[in-house]
């Protein structure tokens, strides 16, 4: 296998193409063609080799955080196990990180959610220290407040006809929890204290997702917004109240 923490910067590509996104997709297609001794590399192992800098860095540091290595089952106190979890080893775990940053830009959504991821990806070479922190602390606050309202239910769907919560997390439910907790941070007490009333309006959303948009339903632009935002707009309720 490839170690995930030890992969240094791939040769850059330097044909000339029409804008730097060509370029990099024709670095990705280079690097996703090199003989790996027959293991294909995820989509996030080959952004790790690509793209390796700060917030790469940033992306592996906060897959550690135990509560979010506990929402998606991640052994993370645990080496030995660790080693075995397909999440862990194909780096799926950084790569849903970096789809909370990514997605807090739905505006900007193009070429499908991995074209979406490589793209922030790239522009992430140039963020500054201070950016860095910016989007650390960012993340922080989301979980934590995100973790204090559901506890060990978060991230997992409600599922109406069972009337309980599903027993794993989904990520277009994690998608719509994260971006839209992140876009309240600043009402964070109001939520903290509503608790109960956000986790009553959450069932109702479940009732109401006749599409499944928060179990997946749906990968177009339109799609990944409106899960988002009917999301957001149950905590603007919350808040308002």
């Known amino acids: 296998g490839i170690d995930r923490r030890s992969i240094s910067t791939i ?3 330097t044909e000339s193409t029409s804008s730097p996104e060509d370029a990099l997709f024709l670095k990705q297609l280079a690097f996703a063609r090199i003989n790996t001794g027959g293991v294909a590399l995820s989509h996030q192992e080959i952004r790790n080799c690509s793209f390796y800098g700060q917030f790469n860095q940033l992306l592996l540091e906060l897959a550690a955080n135990p509560i ?4 998606w ?3 993370i106190d645990d ?3 660790l080693q075995k979890n397909n999440f862990y080893k194909k780096m799926e775990d950084a790569e849903l990180i970096l789809r909370f940053f990514a997605l807090r830009n739905t505006d900007k959504f193009s070429r499908g959610m991995e074209g979406f991821l490589d793209l922030y990806m790239m522009k992430s070479l140039s963020f500054s220290a201070q950016d860095i922190e910016f989007l650390k602390d960012i993340f922080f ?3 934590n407040l995100a973790h204090h309202i559901y506890g060990e239910k ?3 769907p409600f599922d109406p006809q069972s009337d309980t919560w599903k ?7 994690y998608d719509a929890v994260m971006v839209g907790f992140s876009r309240h941070l600043e009402d964070s007490n109001i939520l903290w204290e509503r608790k109960s009333k956000v986790i009553e309006k959450t069932k109702i959303l479940f009732r109401e997702d006749t599409s499944k948009l928060f179990t997946g339903g749906g990968k177009t632009k339109s799609d990944i917004q409106e899960r988002i935002s009917i999301f957001d707009n149950m905590l603007s309720q919350v808040i308002a109240e």
Do not use: G, H, S, W
């Open 11 to 13: 040769v850059l590509i």
């Open 68 to 71: 979010f290595a506990a929402a």
């Open 73 to 75: 089952n991640i052994p």
């Open 79 to 81: 080496k030995e196990e």
């Open 141 to 143: 606050k989301t979980i």
């Open 154 to 156: 978060l991230f997992k």
């Open 167 to 173: 027993d794993r997390a989904y990520k277009a439910y």
